[in-house]
């Protein structure tokens, strides 16, 4: 409900996303935002007047908003101005502020410096605004007030949608803007998303681009980055920044206010979530603008070479861990780990199951791929999530059955087709058989759990693709490959 008095409005926004790109339950939202703060980038020593932050729902860009976040942890912050991007308002070209006292999430309300707007409304010569429409359906401010509610609780926010990328108004919003901050404890926000909708694969080259392009501290750069990899006419490119305007005044802002250089703090893209589709993806950054004068690019960001090898047992520990982690953080909080800090070893791709049991050893899901094209700490993350919670043969997993339940990792060995039946050997091979348009799969570990012989086992594998019990005998076609196996429990893990 909207009420005049003393002609300032009085109304608070409500949410308009939450239950979609973050949780609804306050005690939810809040875990949520602290697993990833726990696992957020180290923050550094340099004073960061400005972010540049993704906005999309946390189960993808989460990780690198509080990457971001963290660096700022430790600054005195009293009033965080967030710079959206204008998805909902065609031919709105102007910095539009919300026209009330703060916005709703289920953290409760953040309050809108009304001081700082109103000083932005005198000296804006018309570029700032007080435009309620902007704000109504707009979700690139509203997912970073829930981080600046738990990690700034005093803090005031101002919400100002930024509507276009014209460089002039921008430039202008950015200086007025830097007027008004001068001497005041705030830390500016730009809300961005990055390239829209490549391939997992041809993302980075052109993220990593535009994010270097960030901490030049020269918008016309950062504008002209955008233009030449927009020239590249890769399919599917949309944007490279959806919140570009958002970007080129906080970097304006951020110069005026004594910021001489910057950091490129973390990158991921949609396809890297455990959720995430690899043909069709978004890039996220975070960047850090500084009074330092330190330009830290992309460069810090690479990953070293993946290495040969066995796995070692710090690395199946590390699985475990992950696989455990990836359930009970989408379970208790909403969100899902992002699969880094791994090993150069775990970079290969290599096809894995993960099994869960119950307390009793009984089967509680089981799924996996024989092959695969992403890292293998990602696929072991995938296939938890399957095994718990989409197994067809089971109820999804609850939480309060977590405490009580086992993990089981196979890590497999590439598959190969032998010539028949008679080349598989029970306990020692996996097995997958195809026929007339059927197939299923064994684990190696299968036929020694259940104490089957091969053809015993061949038998059981030909009734769970749906045919006749010896119809492997004929007309079958079989690979095998073998798997490294390990528990949670040759690790005393969980660890209490």
Same mark, same amino acid.
């Given at each position: ?11 608070? /926004?409500?949410?308009? !996303? ?9 005690? *939810? ?6 697993? @990833?703060? +726990? ?14 932050? $993704? ?8 990780? *690198?908003?509080? #990457? ?9 912050? #009293? ?18 502020? @919300? ?37 109504? /359906? ?23 949608? +930024? ?19 001068? #001497?005041?404890?705030?830390? +500016? ?7 829209? @909708? ?36 890769? $399919? ?35 396809? =890297? ?30 990953? $070293? ?7 070692? &047992? ?21 969100? %899902? ?6 090993? &150069? ?30 890292? %293998? &700490? ?10 718990? %919670? ?8 609850? +939480?309060?059955? %977590? ?14 087709? !032998? ?16 026929? #007339? ?17 091969? =053809? ?37 893990? &969980?660890?209490?």
């Amino acid at each position: 409900m909207t009420q005049r008095v003393n002609d300032t409005w009085k109304a608070v /926004r409500p949410p308009a !996303v939450a239950g979609q790109f973050y949780a609804d339950s306050p005690d *939810i939202l809040r875990r949520g935002i602290e697993e @990833y703060m +726990i696992r957020a980038v180290t923050g550094h020593e340099q004073t960061a007047i400005a972010l540049i932050l $993704p906005h999309a729902g946390y189960i993808y860009s989460g990780q *690198i908003a509080a #990457d971001g976040y963290n660096q700022v942890r430790g600054q005195k912050i #009293d009033t965080v101005v967030i710079l959206g991007t204008n998805h909902t308002v065609p031919g709105f070209h102007c910095g539009g502020l @919300y026209p009330g006292r703060g916005f709703q999430t289920p953290s409760g309300v953040a309050e809108i410096d009304q001081e700082i707007m109103a000083h932005l409304l005198e000296r804006g010569g018309g570029d700032f605004v007080t435009d309620e429409k902007v704000h109504t /359906r707009e979700h690139s401010i509203e997912v970073q007030v829930p981080f600046v509610q738990v990690l700034f609780p005093q803090a005031k926010i101002v919400p100002v949608q +930024i509507g276009g990328a014209d460089p002039n108004m921008c430039e202008r919003l950015g200086v007025t803007l830097g007027q008004v901050l001068k #001497d005041r404890h705030a830390l +500016i926000v730009a809300s961005t998303d990055l390239s829209h @909708y490549p391939s997992a694969e041809d993302a980075p080259s052109f993220d990593l681009a535009v994010l270097d392009a960030m901490i030049t501290l020269n918008p016309l750069t950062f504008k002209e980055t955008i233009k030449a990899q927009m020239n590249r006419r890769l $399919p599917n490119l949309q944007t490279c920044a959806c919140g570009e305007g958002a970007v080129m005044a906080a970097i304006t802002a951020a110069s005026f206010l004594g910021a001489r250089g910057g950091r490129v703090v973390s990158y991921a893209h949609s396809g =890297d979530s455990l959720v995430g589709d690899q043909g069709r993806v978004v890039g996220y950054g975070a960047v850090a603008l500084t009074k330092e004068a330190i330009q830290i690019d992309s460069r810090s960001l690479a990953q $070293p070479e993946t290495t040969d090898g066995e796995l070692q &047992p710090e690395d199946k520990k590390a699985l475990l861990i992950f696989a455990r982690e990836a359930i009970t953080r989408y379970l208790t909080t909403q969100t %899902l780990p992002l699969a880094r800090d791994f090993s &150069p070893f775990l970079q290969q791709q290599r096809g894995v199951f993960v099994t869960i049991h119950n307390h009793k050893g009984a089967l509680r899901g089981c799924i996996g791929n024989l092959v695969s094209h992403v890292p %293998l &700490p990602r696929l072991v993350g995938m296939m938890s999530l399957q095994s718990g %919670l989409k197994d067809p043969r089971f109820s999804p997993v609850r +939480i309060d059955e %977590l405490k009580n339940l086992t993990f089981e990792i196979s890590v497999l060995t590439p598959m190969k087709q !032998v010539s028949g039946y008679e080349d598989i050997e029970a306990g020692r091979d996996g097995v997958v058989l195809r026929k #007339d348009g059927r197939s299923a799969v064994f684990l190696p570990q299968v036929a020694a759990e259940q104490g089957w012989g091969r =053809d015993e086992m061949l038998n059981h594998l030909a009734a769970k693709a749906g045919l006749p019990r010896e119809g492997w005998r004929q007309g079958a076609s079989f690979s095998t490959f073998q798997a490294v196996v390990f528990r949670e429990e040759d690790f005393g893990l &969980p660890e209490k």
